[in-house]
């Protein structure tokens, strides 16, 4: 099956700093990669997606990149906020069910 | 538009003991699926259904199963609880029918086991 690896575990960043989380997945057959993002007590919160057609999507201060070749996908966040400081999972699927491998997640602290 | 709704919200449960965790889907969404997110982990698939269907199983154990009702919200049922079936349960809806993949969860059951 999928394997999903995410890093780093931990990110620690001063506000208006840009922040990137690296994920990898085994699968090449996987086409769809939503990142989610996870405040405290919270529900996940789909922020940004890419299927595998595409190389890197932007959302104002968020984008994501994808390497079909080397099966790696990130996350950038740019000019971060407090408010950005959440835990942040990447997942990867294939076919049209969508059933998504998560990673671990990244626990993102942004220092004002 | 209606979000995804779960209830309860926390439970509290002893060991051996059978739970039922309820799911209302987002309006207009078809599939339900069912995660655990044990404590500082992502969220781990269960399972899947659509169209009061099972569309796929994660490696969860039998004792864990589910239904889907005609309205497509969706009930997922622990039997013979452990310890370690202390986590947050997460459902999501989505409608991948309609060529889009995003999935929106629910704010989750804590479940406690003691």
């Known amino acids: 099956g999928e394997n999903v690896e995410q890093h780093p575990s931990t990110l620690s960043v001063q506000e208006g700093d840009s922040a990137v989380i690296k994920c990898t997945y085994s699968d090449s057959a996987s086409n769809y990669f939503p990142w989610y993002k996870q405040e405290l007590g919270k529900r996940p919160q789909l922020i940004i997606d890419i299927r595998s057609n595409v190389g890197e999507k932007k959302d104002q201060r968020i984008a994501v990149t994808l390497n079909k070749t080397a099966k790696h996908f990130s996350l950038h966040i740019t000019e971060t906020q407090p408010e950005d400081s959440a835990v942040y999972f990447c997942?990867?699927?294939?076919?049209?069910?969508?059933?998504?491998?998560f990673g671990r997640g990244t626990s993102l602290i942004v220092h004002p | 538009e209606t979000g995804v709704t779960q209830s309860p919200t926390h439970l509290i449960k002893t060991r051996g003991q059978q739970v039922t965790l309820r799911c209302s889907s987002q309006?207009?969404?078809?599939?339900v699926s069912w995660y655990q997110q044990a404590l500082g982990q992502g969220p781990q698939f269960i399972f899947q259904?659509?169209?009061?269907?099972?569309?796929g199983r994660g490696n969860f154990p039998p004792r864990f199963s589910g239904l889907q009702f005609p309205n497509y919200s969706s009930e997922l049922n622990v039997n013979a609880l452990e310890l370690d079936d202390s986590a947050l349960y997460l459902c999501?809806?989505?409608?991948?029918?309609?060529?889009?993949?995003?999935?929106?969860f629910g704010p989750g059951t804590r479940l406690t086991v003691t």
């Open positions: 259904y659509y169209r009061e269907e099972e569309n």
């Open positions: 997942a990867a699927s294939k076919g049209g069910s969508y059933i998504p491998t």
């Open positions: 999501a809806s989505s409608r991948p029918t309609g060529g889009s993949y995003e999935q929106y």
């Open positions: 309006s207009g969404h078809n599939t």
